[in-house]
């Protein structure tokens, strides 16, 4: 699928937050706001400001040099840190003070930019990890292996393979998740994230690793999950190939605060992204 079929039919709207999403969001409540989130280690301001909206189905890039903050967004979204100043709502809900549990089962999963697999389980088994908000039996019926214990069971493995089924892994259930090929455990990650239903994913650079045609694929895939699962997307990703071909708004960051937001070919034309990847250009000498 070319780069302008991919994302020919998105047309971004102002939202009344004076922020952007798709057209198709506008009568749903945002999945995510953000509004002046922002945290401080030691003194020092890793992320500042940051405020961002998201539609319901929206794919959005989170992009900038390294070092910008912008895993650290991912880690502020996702409650392993918590902000020191800002608010972040998931669903129409403050998340200030949440685990990360309770952040999980409002409604966030996420990949990490390093693989974290259960390598010596199977496939099915770290899948299945990520059904475990949805067991619908006691601790009784689990260990006296009660019938409501075996149709929970037989649900949970169909629930699986149709999952891996995205990525055409239902073949590899049995496998040792650390055997698999570096793109295919990458895929993987993508799987148990959604095991949990969320209604919003994060992927932190899941092109990583991945050969131009994982990646082609990659890109149908995301698109593939947005309309099958009707959930938004935010990636972090230096691929920019992928990033201007799926993604329809974009955010980028540069040492902790974002610098620019907009579609992505008024990404691609912003001088102070261009100067924050690139470097100032330099006067030519007299």
């Not at 200030?96 to 693989?115: E, W």
């Not at 239903?197 to 990646?215: F, I, Q, R, V």
Request: a negative charge.
């Amino acid at each position: 699928m070319s780069e302008n079929k991919r994302r020919s039919q998105t047309n971004m709207v102002p939202y009344p937050s004076r922020s952007f999403v798709p057209e198709r969001d506008l009568n749903s409540m945002p999945v995510l706001e953000c509004s002046h989130v922002g945290i401080e280690f030691g003194g020092l301001k890793a992320v500042e400001d940051f405020n961002i909206v998201m539609g319901k189905t929206e794919i959005g890039g989170l992009i900038g040099p390294n070092g910008a903050g912008k895993t650290t967004v991912f880690n502020l979204l996702t409650k392993v840190y918590q902000p020191t100043t800002g608010t972040v709502m998931i669903n129409g809900r403050d998340t200030a003070g949440m685990s990360i549990v309770q952040a999980s089962k409002l409604g966030i999963a996420r990949t990490f930019q390093n693989i974290r697999l259960f390598g010596n389980m199977t496939v099915e088994e770290n899948v299945r990890i990520g059904l475990h908000n949805q067991i619908r039996y006691g601790m009784f019926s689990g260990i006296f292996r009660l019938p409501m214990y075996w149709v929970q069971e037989k649900k949970q493995h169909q629930q699986a393979l149709d999952l891996l089924s995205i990525f055409h892994m239902q073949d590899m259930a049995d496998a040792k998740a650390g055997s698999l090929p570096y793109g295919a455990q990458r895929r993987l990650e993508i799987v148990r994230a959604l095991a949990t239903n969320p209604s919003l994913l994060l992927l932190d650079e899941p092109a990583a690793g991945m050969n131009p045609h994982e990646t082609e694929e990659l890109m149908d895939n995301i698109i593939k999950i947005r309309d099958q699962f009707q959930i938004a997307i935010l990636l972090i990703e230096h691929d920019m190939n992928l990033v201007m071909g799926i993604c329809e708004d974009i955010c980028v960051l540069n040492f902790g605060r974002i610098i620019a937001k907009g579609t992505p070919d008024q990404i691609q034309s912003n001088p102070d992204v261009i100067e924050a990847y690139l470097g100032k250009r330099k006067e030519a000498e007299a």
